[in-house]
């Protein structure tokens, strides 16, 4: 069993061997009479092949974002039992006409996005429509020969191309934002989990669909540019290249040092196992073999290091290109302001106005509070004068209440028998009667003048009382 067959057996849900009778099978005629299970087939088939593709387990290439369909393909899928798939042709041109596959020429060559086409510049797509329109649905009805060809897996090349952005997105400055090829193609490769590489075709996809579908990047054979936000040159330019050939060599240095590195380390391993042998001449052959990789070795690395500084340099004179930019954009709002504001005549002016308006609100307000204060005038005296009468009105009828309270209290006392009980309770009910009513009348007397006619009136009543309670204990 090949690893592609075992793939799709182990991975693939639908592949369960209960469906393989009629995947493998040639079920084109079940188009008219079963619809469902056709279109089902197709998917399976579709879905199957495009993760397989992403795993790289597509034999004739290894390609991830695209699909080779010939013989090797075929023999891949050959299984003992049921042969070879008889109805991959119709796979295929459902997903060309959905636009869900494109042929690899026609993707590399179109001059427009493919979401702006829709697939309309596909054969396959072309094909279908004109079926459509006639009523016709059946594409084994059509001469489409051997399943040959090699077919862009859009669903892959979108997911790659969101992995590839999402990991060049931290090059923020202009150099960083320009690589080489190659460069391009192996941090494509890390990113996409795939150490051996991309394949010519995987790459040449990746970099059509990031610059004509996404204008995420421009590129030429040598050069990859990443187009940063506002970018002004949508071409590669002069400066770009020479950024990457510097770029280039630097990396070559570092490949260059490692080696040398590497070499350094195993002449000093040989010089010092000649010498633990007594071996003079392997010595003494190793140890100039090792002065000269560490002189080669010093002045490659002053070579980087003088890189890496005129690196340095052309990233600040990008910055300030950049701070340039800025400010004459700043420039030429603030000019655009000051026109709208009118010079400084016309802010003085204004300022000046705003200035004598609010100086007249405030004579206005100040007006207004004199005229208030005046009319909220209060005679203190009169209110004094009505506050005294008030509180005689409440002692006189404090004065009246009680009264009242002790004419009830006798009337109750005379209409009660000369019981024992019924007197003890009278002369209790007297005594504090009397108590009550002296001490009312003497906070009567010290409030009011004795000169008062109504206050002496009250004065007898309250001093006859005594008199009328000895004469009911009698």
């Known amino acids: 069993m090949s690893e592609l067959l075992s793939f799709l057996l182990q991975h693939e849900e639908n592949f369960r061997s209960v469906r393989l009778p009629s995947l493998y099978s040639d079920f084109r005629s079940q188009q008219a009479i079963n619809p469902d299970g056709y279109n089902t087939n197709l998917s399976v088939w579709e879905t199957g092949l495009t993760n397989a593709a992403q795993a790289g387990l597509i ?26 798939p008889l109805a991959l042709i119709p ?4 997903a060309v006409a959905e636009g869900r596959m494109i042929p690899l020429p026609d993707f590399l060559n179109s001059p427009t996005s493919i979401y702006e086409q829709k697939g309309a510049g596909s054969p ?69 989990q795939k150490p051996s590489g991309l394949t010519d075709d995987d790459l040449k996809i990746l970099l059509v669909y990031l610059s004509r579908d996404k204008s ?19 071409v590669i330019t002069t400066e770009d290249n020479n950024i990457a050939t510097l770029k280039s060599l630097m990396a070559d240095l570092n490949v260059q040092l490692e080696n040398l590195n590497m070499k350094v380390t195993e002449f000093d391993r040989k010089a010092r196992s000649a ?34 500084g005129i690196c340095i340099k052309i990233e600040e004179a990008a910055d300030q290109i950049e701070v340039m930019r800025v400010m004459e954009a700043s420039s030429s709002i603030l000019k655009g302001l000051n026109t709208e504001i009118g010079g400084v005549g016309t802010v003085e002016e204004v300022l000046n106005g705003l200035k004598n308006e609010i100086e007249h609100v405030g004579d206005v307000e100040t007006i207004m509070n004199e005229a208030a204060q005046a009319s909220n005038t ?17 002692q ?45 009348s003497t906070r ?31």
């Open 275 to 308: 010498i633990a042998n007594k071996n003079r001449v392997v010595a003494v052959a190793a140890l100039r073999s090792k002065r000269l990789h560490q002189t080669v070795l010093i002045r490659r690395s002053e070579t980087l290091s003088q890189l890496e």
């Open 91 to 94: 796979v295929i041109a459902a």
């Open 396 to 440: 006189a009828k404090a004065d009246e209440k009680g009264s009242f309270k002790t004419k009830e209290k006798l009337e109750g006392l005379n209409s009660i028998g000369p019981s024992e009980t019924a007197v003890r309770s009278e002369e209790r009910i007297i005594q504090e009667t009397h108590s009550n009513a002296l001490d009312s």
């Open 124 to 192: 396959w797509f072309l094909v279908s429509w004109a079926l459509r329109r006639l009523g016709l649905r059946r594409v084994q009805s059509l001469k489409l020969g051997s399943p040959t060809g090699n077919y862009v897996l859009i669903g892959n090349v979108e997911k790659a191309a969101i992995e590839v952005v999402k990991a060049m997105d931290v090059r923020l400055t202009r150099i960083d934002r320009v690589l080489p090829m190659n460069a391009f193609g192996a941090e494509v490769a890390m990113t996409l």
């Open 444 to 474: 009567a007397l010290g409030r009011l003048s004795i000169d008062n006619d109504e206050t002496r009136t009250i004065f007898q009543k309250r001093s006859e009382e005594p008199a009328k309670q000895e004469v009911l204990q009698t």
């Open 378 to 394: 209060i005679d203190e005296d009169a209110i004094d004068q009505e506050l005294e009468a008030l509180k005689k009105q409440n």
């Open 216 to 234: 995420y990047l421009v590129y030429n054979a040598q050069v990859v540019k990443l187009r940063g936000k506002g970018d002004r040159s949508p």
């Open 59 to 84: 034999p004739g290439g290894k390609d991830i974002l695209s699909l080779r369909l010939g013989e090797s393909l075929l023999e891949a899928l050959d299984t003992k039992e049921w042969g070879r």
